[in-house]
């Protein structure tokens, strides 16, 4: 096993493109890292740079203590799997899962028990004589990863191997990643553009936007310490209500005509971006220094709680990343802010309700470079 590092590595296509832009970033021995980001944003192109698939075009890459920039990608000792299973369709799962090891010449009873082990730990071992077109999408997913497995690899790579699944499929490939990752300990780099399976398979999170690694941490430092706008609105879902506001001269927070008191001061004065995550208000009856009143736009019933859509006066931000991120945050335009509040709250649409917001968890962001404001 090895730990996998990038030293100020770009990218830049022919055609001027640049992919990547001056990563650095360190995978661990036996660390499971995710590179996550919006589509475009260079995660597959900075994978496909320590798999040998991509020339870098400045910087270094290495594996163990090896710079692999001029090592060919069959000597780089790793495993890549893809969202396309790109399995050899007239092949048998046997000889699919075989067919590195046939090619290093490794002999034949080893491959046969190699396989065999590796099939019975992915619960494939009855699907040994199929051809992958007999097969469902998850066991051929399986398949795929066993044919990385037993190479017995120093790293894993893997782009998106998940997104061919459903939903509930993918949720249960997910955990088995995880376990597996969990017995065998590989290095891993794994690039999705779910937020939602970068924060529960990821030892470590790296966010990407633009070929840029915007902030790396742990899932729950990443939740609790965006860095910036960018990583606020980015992970955590539904989104983090992101707000325009201002710090008035006596260290009070402004949105719209409302104000709030922070738990602490700033020194920050004049406009900022306030960030509040949904979970971080709970319904009050009275109002108070730290409660703001919304108008309900929309309660939508999810059985464990409702999400509250609610009209805010404060404009809300929206950067042009952000909405690539499609679906997960509304675009329509008007000023939401939305609630996560106890499945009994159900407000009729119109109706004004009062929310207590944790002011331990407000974020606040500079207005202009969109970067966290320390305190
Ligand atoms: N061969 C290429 N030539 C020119 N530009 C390329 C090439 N491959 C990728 N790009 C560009 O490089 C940028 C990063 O692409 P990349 O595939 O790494 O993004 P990604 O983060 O993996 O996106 P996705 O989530 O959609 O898979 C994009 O702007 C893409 O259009
Ligand atoms: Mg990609």
Redesign the pocket.
């Known amino acids: 096993m090895a730990q996998i590092a990038f030293e100020d590595v770009s990218k830049v ?1 022919p ?1 001027g ?1 640049r ?1 990547v832009d001056g990563l650095d970033l360190e995978i661990a021995d036996g660390e499971f890292t995710v590179l996550v ?1 919006p ?7 900075a994978l496909r740079m320590v798999a040998g698939l991509e020339d870098a075009t400045h910087g270094a890459i290495s594996i163990g203590s090896r710079v692999v920039n001029d090592v060919a990608p069959k000597d780089r000792d790793i495993a890549m799997v893809f969202q396309s299973y790109a399995l050899y369709p007239h092949m048998s799962v046997d000889d699919n899962m075989g067919f590195a090891l046939r090619m290093q010449k490794v002999e034949r009873e080893s491959i046969r028990s190699r396989v065999g082990r590796t099939a019975a730990r992915l619960g494939i071992r009855e699907l040994l004589a199929r051809r992958p077109r007999a097969l469902s999408g998850g066991q051929r997913q399986r398949v795929a990863l066993g044919r990385a497995i037993v190479r017995s690899p120093e790293a894993f790579l893997m782009d998106e191997p998940l997104s061919n699944l459903d939903a509930k499929l993918r949720v249960e490939m997910r955990a088995y990643i995880a376990r597996l990752h969990h017995e065998l300990g590989t290095t891993t780099l794994y ?1 999705t ?1 779910d937020q939602t399976e970068a924060m529960t398979m990821g030892d470590r999170v790296a966010v990407m936007r633009d070929g840029r690694l915007e902030q790396v941490d742990s899932p729950q430092r990443l939740y609790e310490h965006p860095a910036n706008v960018f990583v606020a609105g980015f992970i955590g879902s539904p989104a983090m209500n992101l707000l325009r506001g201002r710090v008035a001269e006596d260290g009070r927070l402004e949105l719209g005509t409302q104000r709030l008191r922070p738990a602490r001061r700033t020194t920050h004065v004049g406009d900022v971006v306030v960030g509040i995550r949904p979970e971080a208000v709970s319904p009050v009856g009275e109002l108070g220094d730290d409660v703001l009143e919304l108008r309900v736009v929309l309660a939508e019933m999810l059985g464990s709680d409702v999400l509250l859509h609610l009209h805010s006066e404060a404009p809300s931000v929206l950067t042009g990343d952000m909405l690539d991120l499609a679906g997960e945050l509304d675009v329509s335009g008007e000023d939401r802010f939305i609630a996560r509040v106890p499945p009994d709250v159900r407000p009729a649409p119109g109706s004004v309700v009062r929310l207590r917001v944790d002011m331990s968890r407000v974020h606040l962001f500079e207005a202009g470079s969109g970067r966290v404001i320390l305190r």
């Not at 589509?39 to 192109?45: A, L, Q």
Request: net charge neutral; charged share 15%.
């Open positions: 296509f055609d493109t992919a980001g589509s475009g944003s260079g995660k597959s192109t690039v553009h």
